[in-house]
């Protein structure tokens, strides 16, 4: 069973940093992607970034690019997101999820992808 404990978060003035971690454990070599979600108050869970396990690909959000950054570090089973140049509109509850796909670059921010989560880290960016 995958287990995801994520760390990080936090309260930040506009235009500050954060950087959320995600430790995994108990990964099975099926899950080849790890990604980042965010949900806020009215509106759906959507895809923040994702890196594949094997080859550290990486993937996007528009709303993001150029200023998060995912990461990861194998030896330790960890991933990381780095954000910078923080936003009111990216206060949210963030999530790390584990899952597979073949087709990442397509599919990277498709929830049901996604069958571990972790519990969820609150960020909150308000002057």
């Known amino acids: 069973q995958v287990q995801l404990v994520q760390s990080g978060g936090g309260s930040v003035q506009p235009g500050g940093s954060l950087r959320l971690s995600c430790a995994a454990s108990?990964?099975?070599?099926?899950?080849?992607?790890m990604g980042w979600f965010r949900h806020s108050p009215g509106k759906e869970r959507e895809g923040v970034a994702a890196i594949t396990t094997g080859g550290g690909s990486t993937y996007y959000a528009d709303s993001v690019k150029g200023r998060f950054t995912i990461s990861q570090d194998i030896a330790k089973n960890m991933v990381y997101l780095q954000m910078n140049s923080l936003k009111p509109e990216d206060t949210a509850m963030y999530y790390c999820?584990?899952?597979?796909?073949?087709?990442?670059?397509?599919?990277?921010?498709?929830?049901?992808?996604?069958?571990?989560w972790g519990q969820g880290t609150q960020v909150t960016v308000s002057s």
């Open positions: 108990g990964y099975r070599y099926s899950e080849n992607l």
């Open positions: 999820a584990a899952g597979f796909s073949l087709t990442p670059t397509l599919t990277w921010s498709r929830l049901y992808d996604y069958p571990y």
